[in-house]
């Protein structure tokens, strides 16, 4: 209660000298002084700390300049002693006082290497408080010792000058000493004041003395005014000279038109192929297919290493440099919590869900290094630790992990990513002209697409091997037989330059960085031992960047932020990396393996008549991870050999066009299937050739599927069509929007293989950019056109949709009078982006709702610490022994800890409701606490709620915690809390 009154009164003090203003709704309050007391402003006052002092003068002398007064900042008036300490006056009038003042002004007037702006400042100031104690003591009628201004004016130095004398010539010679404004403005009050206590009057003076001060202020003002004037004149002379220079080079332009569009095209295309942050003047900008922009040169890059200072460029034959990287599991872009996965060994990530319950994703800081360099860094941090006591180790990483920290800027990492040169650089120099001079149809490469599945497949079931899950790839030459002779010389023309051997090979240490890349996210993902001949192994590489790929599509999404013009360049260098990475992949795996994964993929869309039980059905398919596993497996799919050359690489031709295709067509059947025709939008209605012709594909799709309830009775049906009739603008608008996030991520990942600058509609915040999309990828703005592709791509189309499995599936969503989708949410499309859980304003809402959580443990007792998760909003009784579980590794740990490695793949973000704390969580062992985004009105968090004031929420701070998780970065912020507070390292956080 006292502490409270305490409390209270303090406030009410604050507000009778002071203004509380709050800058910023996220941003802490801070109390202004009010303009009536900034007369005892006190730039030595004595709680000031160094950063606060420079502060508060800076704020003062700002506040002076913008009312165009004098920068002087005098001591205010001090209060008077009492009787018991009245004699501590006289240390200002002292011999020893009056020595060091006068030796402080005369260094200062010789310009003395021993003078210092501080001692000249805290002289002022001194001078100041004296003349003020003799404007009291010259008030006292019993009379007083005080002699100050008696001393300063008769006792002198060794050269004869007084302390008054001093400041005289210091205020005549302003002009030849260095001294800035504030101080010559201290200085002329300073001298005014002494004066003005000197003849003893109250006011300023009106004697000679006084008219010479005004002078000297007047001369420093015309002093100032002149220096202001040359300024002025300084800055004209420098227009006029811009002006005249940018004169002569519109001249120059303009009589020599020809050479500057030359050099401007040379500059066009000296710039980065990766440089996305500035638009793009070119008129070509397709990245795929036939009408594929040119790339006139290749530039290779030139990187520095951050531990050796050298630099190298990055090519296929030269030494490895890699990138400081860390890979974590990660389910942030699911609906669905689905892990641990039961059984890990057998488990088979080929096909990704759509609800993407599981991913890997793969941050970099962007700081590079040879592979030598980094390794010697990296035995070095092994050594240290092992030579280090038990408790003396850092627990920011785990060297165990094979974490460590980046040598420059300390950020978490656990892998290194390798640095590859572009595709187009690898691939041959026939293959973009086997590529435009093939006139290979959609059709033709469906059919010779189905025939080699077909083909494999029969080799599969006449082999003796028993494994479902490898296929027995069919060689080039035995397809063509199987086709016309036009088509088959077509598709050589598409896949000849994978039968050429050039003998180019990659060096052997990117070679070994490739694998030790690979075998990272293999064995972090998984959570596995590393297996080299899992035929898993190839599959996390390419998994690995479509899921980045999609988390950074749905950030910039989110934040409502242009496809190309808003990437950081961690985002730059993560993509370029990864996807790079991903195409060269094939060059550490054996190429039946990823010819059989190929197969695979392919039968998944291609085959009318499913003989494979591994492969899903299309509603269980993620079709971008599909997309990115075709693309980078495809030109292995006819290589004679074992070990691929570096030429076998996506160049973004004519095959990849029509994967992008047939992908996208399966995508929009998903799109159709699992649409919601019932929450249409009967506000608009637009007729038209296009609306109609999707608007009966839709309606044919979802026929076949069974989506119409054949068996409802005839006028159930009738009822049903009449209160949800499918209009043509719902469906145009619903497919377009639907199929925005997956052409976003092709544009990204055709992007960085082929080097094809984007338009500039895509560089910019662009409502509409389905048609800039669309032209990029060589796509129809008119989605209907996918579907006119003759009878063979219309019976595929019907096998997608009259497939057992789908039709079973909508079935057990489609309850009776229910609308469609309703239990699918994580099915739907576009996928939503996720959000951290809703929390009311008032925190009082939070502690009221916990009140009735009790332990689960325990008979009805009240949990110690309730603990939110604020994913999925579980109450948990954390920190508490109670509550402890047992992993599959045998380690026990606390409820919050259990609940991350389910709800978070690992990592966890919670709200400790009676501490108003914010936990942050990873793996098992670490942890740290974080700000809460509840504050009071002064704008400060109140950890502990230890001072009791109204809490409320801060939109702005929550959203930076959705950012930080979202973002993935919680390891990294967890990481450098562990790193810089100590006093972290005691807490056991398996515990929470």
């Not at 003076?205 to 010479?212: A, E, F, G, H, N």
């Not at 009589?255 to 401007?264: D, G, K, R």
């Not at 190298?312 to 699911?334: C, N, P, T, W, Y």
């Amino acid at each position: 209660m006292r502490m409270s009154i305490m409390r209270q009164g303090r406030s009410l003090l604050f507000r009778d000298v002071a203004n509380f203003i709050k800058r910023e709704e996220s941003s802490k309050g801070l109390y202004e002084l009010k303009p009536e007391f900034y007369q005892h402003f006190n730039p030595f006052f004595y709680h000031y700390q160094k950063t606060d002092q420079s502060k508060a003068e800076e704020t003062q002398r700002k506040r002076k300049r913008l009312a165009k007064e004098d920068q002087a900042l005098p001591p205010p008036e001090p209060p008077e002693f009492t009787k018991t300490f009245q004699p501590i006056i006289h240390l200002l009038d002292c011999d020893v006082m009056i020595h060091l003042m006068t030796t402080v002004l005369s260094r200062t007037r010789s310009r003395s290497h021993g003078s210092a702006e501080s001692h000249l400042e805290k002289v002022f100031h001194l001078i100041g408080l004296a003349l003020y104690e003799e404007i009291r003591q010259s008030k006292n009628e019993a009379g007083s010792d005080f002699e100050f201004i008696k001393k300063a004016t008769t006792q002198s130095t060794n050269n004869g000058d007084s302390l008054y004398s001093l400041l005289e010539t210091l205020v005549q010679q302003t002009a030849d000493i260095t001294l800035h404004d504030a101080q010559k403005d201290m200085l002329i009050w300073t001298l005014q004041l002494f004066k003005t206590v000197k003849h003893n009057e109250n006011e300023v003076s009106t004697s000679v003395d006084s008219l010479d001060l005004s002078l000297l202020h007047s001369k420093a003002e015309a002093e100032k005014e002149k220096e202001q004037k040359r300024k002025e004149q300084a800055e004209a002379r420098r227009a006029r000279i811009m002006y005249q220079m940018s004169q002569l080079q519109k001249k120059f332009i303009s009589q020599n038109a020809n050479l500057f569009e030359e050099t401007s095209s040379e500059l066009n295309r000296s710039q980065s192929d990766m440089d996305i942050s500035q638009p793009i003047s070119t008129d070509q900008h397709v990245a795929i297919g036939h009408r594929q922009g040119a790339l006139s040169s290749v530039l290779l890059e030139t990187q520095t290493c951050i531990l050796c200072q050298e630099e190298q460029q990055i090519k296929h034959d030269e030494q490895a440099m890699v990138m400081s990287g860390f890979i974590q599991r990660s389910s942030v872009l699911s609906k669905c919590q689905r892990w641990p996965i039961e059984n890990k060994d057998s488990y088979d990530p080929l096909f990704m869900s759509p609800d993407l319950f599981l991913g890997a994703y793969t941050s970099t800081c962007g700081h590079m290094m040879h592979a030598d360099c980094w390794q010697r860094y990296f035995d070095s941090l092994v050594a240290k630790q092992r030579r280090r006591l038990y408790r003396l180790q850092s627990i920011s990483y785990n060297l165990n992990k094979g974490e460590y920290l980046c040598p420059l800027c300390e950020t978490l990492s656990n892998t290194v990513i390798p640095l590859v040169p572009p595709p187009a650089y690898l691939t041959a120099a026939n293959q973009r002209e086997h590529t435009e001079a093939s006139t290979l149809s959609f059709n033709e490469w469906l059919d010779a697409m189905q025939k080699t599945v077909t083909a494999s497949t029969k080799n599969s079931e006449d082999s003796d091997n028993e494994d479902d899950f490898l296929l027995q790839p069919c060689p080039l030459p035995s397809i063509a037989k199987m086709l016309t002779e036009s088509v088959a010389a077509n598709l050589q023309k598409v896949y000849d330059y994978v039968l050429d051997d050039p003998n180019g090979h990659f060096e052997e240490s990117i070679c070994q960085m490739l694998k030790k890349y690979s075998s990272d996210i293999y064995s972090v993902t998984l959570d596995v031992l590393v297996n080299p001949d899992d035929p898993r192994f190839p599959i996390m590489t390419w998994s690995g960047a479509a899921y980045t790929i999609q988390v950074i599509e749905q950030q910039l999404r989110k934040g409502c932020k242009p496809l190309f013009g808003a990437l950081t360049s961690r985002q730059n260098d993560a993509l370029k990396s990864l996807i790079r990475l991903a195409a060269v992949s094939s060059q550490i795996n054996n190429t039946d393996i990823v010819k059989q994964h190929c197969l695979k993929l392919l039968s998944a869309l291609i085959t009318k008549e499913q003989k494979l039980k591994e492969v899903p059905h299309i509603l269980d398919i993620d079709m971008f991870h599909l997309l990115t596993q075709l693309v980078v497996a495809s030109p292995i799919l006819f290589f004679d050999g074992q070990w691929p050359t570096i030429n076998t690489v996506s160049s973004g031709g004519v095959s990849d066009l029509h994967l992008v295709h047939l992908v996208l067509s399966a995508h929009l059947v998903q799109i159709m299937l699992m649409a919601n025709p019932s929450r249409q939008d009967q506000s608009m209605e637009v007729e038209g050739e296009r609306e109609c012709k999707l608007l009966k594909i839709f309606n044919e799709v979802r026929t076949m599927a069974g989506c119409d309830r054949q068996g409802e009775s005839q006028a159930q049906s009738q009822a049903q069509s009449q209160s949800c009739n499918v209009t043509e603008w719902w469906v145009v608008n619903h497919v377009t929007k639907a199929c925005l996030p997956f052409l976003r991520c092709c544009a990204i990942l055709f992007h960085f293989i082929t080097g094809i600058n984007p338009p500039a509609q895509l560089q910019e915040c662009n409502i509409d950019e389905f048609v800039s999309l669309c032209t990029y990828l060589s796509l129809p703005t008119d989605l209907s056109d996918l579907f006119n592709m003759g009878e063979n791509y219309h019976q595929l189309v019907a096998s997608w949709c009259t497939n057992e499995e789908v039709k079973k599936l909508l079935v057990s969503v489609l309850p009776a009078g229910a609308g469609h989708g309703g239990n699918l949410k994580c099915l739907s499309n576009p996928l939503e982006v996720n959000h951290l859980l809703h929390l009311p304003d008032d925190y009082m809402e939070l502690i009221n709702a916990m009140a009735s959580f009790k332990c689960p443990q325990s008979d009805g007792d009240e949990s110690r610490a309730p603990t939110m998760c604020l994913i999925c909003g579980t109450m948990l009784c954390s920190q508490s022994y109670c509550c402890q579980t047992e992993l599959d590794g045998g380690e026990t740990v606390g409820a919050a800890t259990a609940h991350a490695q389910t709800c978070g793949v690992g990592t966890g973000i919670f709200l400790r409701v009676r501490e108003c704390k914010i936990l942050l969580l990873t793996g098992i062992t670490k942890g740290c606490f974080h700000s809460p985004p509840y504050i009071d009105d002064y704008g400060e968090t109140d950890q502990g709620l230890r001072r009791g004031n109204p809490l409320h929420l801060c939109p702005e701070r929550y959203k930076n915690l959705q950012n930080l998780w979202f973002s993935h970065s919680i390891p990294e912020e967890i990481s450098r809390s562990l790193e810089h507070n100590a006093s972290l390292m005691a807490i056991e956080w398996q515990r929470f």
